[in-house]
């Protein structure tokens, strides 16, 4: 897991310009404005996300593996993160269908994005699968 949010962020806020170009100034402005706060909140949930990693007692090894400890304030701004991780691959993948065949030829980076893509995932659904278990 870890491996995998230190590719955090992976959106980038070129992807909403590109959609949907700003034609007049104040679109421009108003595009601009986005930008700097997508990339203020990136910087400090890389910020938050480095800190939350380093922290005593975060890890705790167990039987299985380790268990990893939140809060549930901390496990929503997580989903945030993983969301990113994921959109943000594949978007840069070329938004692929997954009802559709796969690019005839892999590359490294390709595979990468595809793998953040799939664990982002599996862990968001870990996620929801742990805040809905019943209390033990």
């Not at 939350?52 to 990893?68: A, I, M, N, S, W």
Request: proline share 7%; aromatic share 8%.
């Amino acid at each position: 897991m870890v491996s995998l949010l230190r590719r955090y962020p992976v959106m980038i806020a070129a992807h909403y310009r590109a959609r949907h170009p700003a034609r007049t100034p104040e679109a421009k402005k108003n595009q601009e404005l986005l930008e700097d706060a997508l990339a203020e909140q990136q910087n400090e949930n890389r910020r938050n996300l480095e800190l939350l990693l380093k922290e005593p007692g975060r890890f705790t090894e167990h039987d299985l593996g380790f268990v990893f400890k939140l809060s549930y304030p901390e496990v929503e701004w997580l989903f945030q993160v993983l969301n990113d991780i994921r959109v943000g691959s594949w978007i840069q993948l070329g938004e692929p269908d997954p009802d559709k065949a796969p690019p005839a030829q892999a590359t490294e980076e390709n595979v990468q994005l595809a793998w953040a893509l799939e664990m982002a995932g599996l862990f968001e659904h870990v996620l929801l699968e742990a805040i809905n278990a019943p209390a033990e």
